[in-house]
């Protein structure tokens, strides 16, 4: 069975700066999907980034980014210029290539973004 | 831009009454899932439904957990017997085939007293 692991419960980051959010991933198979997803306070899901382990070039959704090595089973998640809206859990989460297969998700990382 | 539709957003019912959170899927997804959240915890996967019958489920989704597509718009979760850990978010999601992301709803909040 596939695994999702966020190694880091919370992380800080000033207002304007970049911070990393890490994911590893374990799975035996060779291709699927990586997501990292938002929750606000609100506790909406919201997809800010997927990435397909096909593709060799990483995501980029304005000033989201992804760093996927897919030797090393590394799906990890830059902000840049983070805002105060920023504020929220992320969750990484993968899935097979598989029609209709569940997400499988870590168990998130709160980011609080100081002013 | 399409969204998937939740309803009530926060439920409020007493331990050993059955609930139904019910859920509208983005009309051409062919994917529809059931997500549960317990506070501060992860999101757990609960049940997948495709084709009118249910296409994997985990080890919450016993007995007491069950999903209907009544009509060709709602999908629904009904909780027979509600315990206290039953207490979470719920979360509707859809797909479509192929290489599509997922799509949440906003999520029922459920809280059992």
């Known amino acids: 069975a596939q695994t999702v692991t966020q190694s880091q419960p919370e992380m800080s980051v000033q207002e304007a700066e970049t911070v990393t959010l890490s994911c590893t991933y374990d799975t035996s198979e060779s291709d699927y999907y990586l997501f990292w997803y938002k929750q606000p306070p609100s506790r909406q899901m919201i997809l800010v980034i997927r990435?397909?382990?096909?593709?060799?070039q990483n995501a980029t959704e304005n000033r989201f980014s992804v760093n996927f090595q897919k030797a090393a089973k590394s799906f990890s998640l830059k902000i840049s210029d983070s805002q105060l809206g920023d504020a929220a859990m992320y969750f990484c989460a993968y899935r097979t290539i598989e029609y209709g297969n569940k997400l499988v998700f870590g168990a998130g990382t709160i980011l609080r973004v100081k002013s | 831009e399409p969204e998937v539709t939740q309803t009530p957003s926060h439920q409020v019912t007493q331990m050993g009454q059955e609930v139904i959170l019910r859920c509208v899927p983005i009309s051409n997804h062919l994917y529809f899932y059931w997500y549960r959240q317990i506070l501060g915890q992860k999101v757990e996967f609960l049940v997948s439904f495709y084709n009118n019958e249910i296409s994997e489920k985990s080890e919450i989704f016993d007995d007491q957990f069950s999903v209907e597509r009544p009509d060709g718009s709602n999908f629904t979760l009904k909780i027979r017997s509600t315990k206290l850990e039953d207490s979470a978010m719920y979360f509707c999601?859809?797909?479509?085939?192929?290489?599509?992301?997922?799509?949440f709803g906003s999520g029922t909040r459920l809280t059992v007293v």
């Open positions: 990435q397909e382990a096909y593709k060799q």
């Open positions: 999601a859809s797909s479509e085939a192929g290489r599509g992301g997922y799509t």
